[in-house]
Structures are given as C-alpha cells and as structure tokens.
Nanobody, 122 residues
Framework: QVQLVESGGGSVQTGGSLRLSCASSGLSIVYYGTGWFRQAPGKERAFVSGINLSGYSTYADSVKGRFTISRDNDKNTVSLPMKSLKPEDTAVYYC????????????????WGKGTLVTGSS
C-alpha cells in the first residue's frame, strides 16, 4: 500500500524557517511528479510547489524565492525547506504524488499524506 507521511510542521514567528519532509512507502517517487499543496482555513486546497520527472521545479508566485522543493531518490523522500515565513503561509501542508505527467494540479494527484500544520505568527 502507498503511504505518504509529512513531518516538520510547527509554529514560527514572521521571518522564521521550517523544513517539511515527506516520506513515501509503496511508491517510488522517482517515477512520478510530486508536489506540496496547502489549505488555509476557509480556503480551497492550493498548489505550493512541485517537481516533475525531469527534476524541473515549479512554484506558486506567493512562495517563489522563499520555498525550495527537493527530491532524494535514494531515500524516497521529498522536502520543502521554507524561509521568511509569513502569517499568510499558515495552512495545513500536504505532500502528494501519483501522476506521471503532473506535479502542480490537485485533481491529478492520486496519493496524499494526512498533512502537517504550519503556523506563521506576527
């Protein structure tokens, strides 16, 4: 069975940093697009960052220059180091995978983690 497990969430002051990690089992992420999505209270789940089969990274405009996505094929993990966090970044962050051709669209993802909460306070 496929399992994605996020870790690294927490609460930080404005300008702080966190590193999210996603551990995958039952799925070799090297063969799929993988991504991070987030959902804030009262908002729809939204794209944050993704990496495709070629290793090309894509970012939402709101996080460009602050977040970085990386993939460790040997460890079968995908990470999201985040810096310069803002209150607007507060959300539950989800790791997702399962599409061979997409890493940015919610409906294209087949597998999801349960999420990890990130809170940015001022």
């Amino acid at each position: 069975q496929v399992q994605l497990v996020e870790s690294g969430g927490g609460s930080v002051q404005t300008g702080g940093s966190l590193r999210l990690s996603c551990a995958s089992s039952g799925l070799s992420i090297v063969y799929y697009g993988t991504g991070w999505f987030r959902q804030a209270p009262g908002k729809e789940r939204a794209f944050v960052s993704g990496i495709n089969l070629s290793g090309y990274s894509t970012y939402a405009d709101s996080v460009k220059g602050r977040f970085t996505i990386s993939r460790d094929n040997d460890k079968n993990t995908v990470s999201l180091p985040m810096k310069s966090l803002k209150p607007e970044d507060t959300a539950v962050y989800y790791c997702a995978a399962g599409s061979r051709w997409s890493s940015t669209v919610v409906s294209d993802m087949r597998y999801w983690g349960k999420g990890t909460l990130v809170t940015g306070s001022s």
